[in-house]
């Protein structure tokens, strides 16, 4: 049931290893573009995250109110795909949406500058200087993303478990590590990881609801299931506004004994937790 999350680089031959795992294994395979299009079932909200929010890196004001509900709804709908089958999830730092848990597998795929400006042109039907031009527009953009939206370098070796360079081996090489390691005793699940992801998806039911809720929308509230209840973190609230962020949490089910804290906790602070 192991699940790998690929951090992939723009044109960098990501979608031909995992081509070649499906084929070989019958494992089943996601990405980022399955993930927006799960979202858009949201209707409205989904449609002007993903349209502004591209924009959002220069305009801090629209940068902060759309960044909250794309993390709970990308997490959500990466979670909807989490089971007890074996799974791929290939994005550019999509792997960040989750804390980290035994049986998931970070995993970051870098290929040399040639292969993908090769691989640009042929995509793009573009001349070799257009090509390079695209690539470092798009590796700039994207680390640029990370760090706004997750406080995160995706150029940090630390973020993953595994880092492979396709400069050094073929797509046939790294299929075969990426297969040996799903069978690895240490990243397979067990009792505590899967309640661990089963904390993860409750705690997020919540943050949606409260996302798409129109009355409690413009809140960054965190959810955390603990042994007494549930644990709300978020701003501080007029008694009117604290009764509905209450009165939503608790229309989930499984939600018993709610709490809610003003303050702030980082969901950055779970992704650095190695």
């Known amino acids: 049931m192991p699940v790998i999350f690929i951090s992939r680089g723009t044109m960098s031959g990501v979608h031909l290893l995992v081509n070649s795992m499906h084929e070989k294994t019958g494992i089943r395979c996601i990405s980022r573009e399955d993930l927006v299009k799960t979202i858009n079932k949201y209707g409205e909200i989904a449609s002007r995250i993903l349209e502004k929010l591209s924009d959002a890196t220069t305009a801090?004001?629209?940068?902060?109110?759309?960044?909250?509900?794309?993390l709970v709804l990308m997490r959500k709908a990466l979670l909807e795909e989490v089971n007890h089958e074996d799974l791929i999830y290939h994005g550019y730092s999509g792997h960040l949406l989750l804390p980290a848990v035994r049986h998931f597998i970070r995993v970051r795929i870098g290929a040399p500058l040639s292969l993908r400006v090769s691989m640009t042109m042929e995509r793009l039907a573009c001349e070799e200087e257009e090509a390079r031009n695209y690539i470092t527009k798009a590796d700039e953009y994207r680390g640029k993303w990370a760090r706004f939206v997750?406080?995160?370098?995706?150029?940090?070796?630390?973020?993953?478990?595994?880092?492979?360079?396709?400069?050094?081996?073929?797509?046939?090489?790294?299929?075969?590590?990426?297969?040996s390691i799903l069978r690895e005793d240490?990243?397979?699940?067990?009792?505590?990881?899967?309640?661990?992801?089963?904390?993860?998806?409750?705690?997020?039911?919540?943050?949606?609801?409260?996302?798409?809720?129109?009355?409690?929308?413009?809140?960054?509230?965190?959810?955390?299931?603990?042994?007494?209840?549930?644990?709300?973190?978020?701003?501080?609230?007029?008694?009117?506004?604290?009764?509905?962020?209450?009165?939503?949490?608790?229309?989930?089910?499984?939600?018993?004994?709610?709490?809610?804290?003003?303050?702030?906790?980082?969901?950055?602070?779970?992704?650095?937790?190695?």
């Open 60 to 70: 801090y004001d629209q940068f902060c109110d759309l960044r909250w509900p794309y």
């Open 150 to 179: 997750y406080a995160q370098d995706i150029q940090n070796p630390l973020l993953y478990d595994v880092c492979l360079n396709l400069s050094h081996m073929t797509l046939e090489a790294a299929s075969g590590i990426l297969e």
């Open 186 to 274: 240490d990243f397979q699940g067990t009792p505590e990881s899967l309640a661990q992801v089963e904390r993860i998806r409750l705690s997020t039911d919540i943050e949606e609801a409260l996302v798409i809720d129109p009355r409690t929308a413009n809140f960054e509230i965190n959810a955390e299931v603990t042994d007494e209840g549930i644990r709300l973190t978020g701003p501080y609230l007029d008694n009117q506004d604290r009764s509905a962020v209450l009165e939503i949490a608790e229309s989930v089910p499984g939600v018993e004994n709610t709490q809610y804290s003003p303050g702030y906790k980082s969901r950055f602070e779970e992704n650095c937790s190695f």
